[in-house]
């Protein structure tokens, strides 16, 4: 829904609304990483299941913010080697 509000306010891609959509995104695909994917395969904490039960929010919690400021670092990093690269002079 959030990239359809960009598409319709015709909004840049620096806006707000796209980091919001990309952190959803990131944060949907960490609960479905560490919470049911771990699960389905076996990859909890075999000691202490109870302990893995209730501590794989905070997991998935930990991988966004993890992924995220990954994203953002290689996203901004990325744009500025891409102007940098374009605004070399040609010799």
Request: aromatic letters at 16%; a negative charge; hydrophobic letters at 50%.
């Amino acid at each position: 829904m959030l990239v359809g509000v960009v598409v319709w306010r015709n909004l840049g891609p620096g806006h707000w609304v796209n980091y919001i959509a990309t952190f959803t995104f990131v944060a949907g695909y960490a609960v479905a990483r560490t919470g049911i994917w771990a699960e389905a395969a076996g990859d909890a904490e075999p000691d202490n299941p109870s302990d893995w039960r209730d501590s794989w929010l905070w997991g998935a919690a930990e991988r966004t913010v993890n992924w995220f400021g990954s994203f953002m670092i290689i996203s901004v990093l990325g744009a500025k080697l891409v102007d940098h690269i374009e605004n070399f002079p040609r010799t």
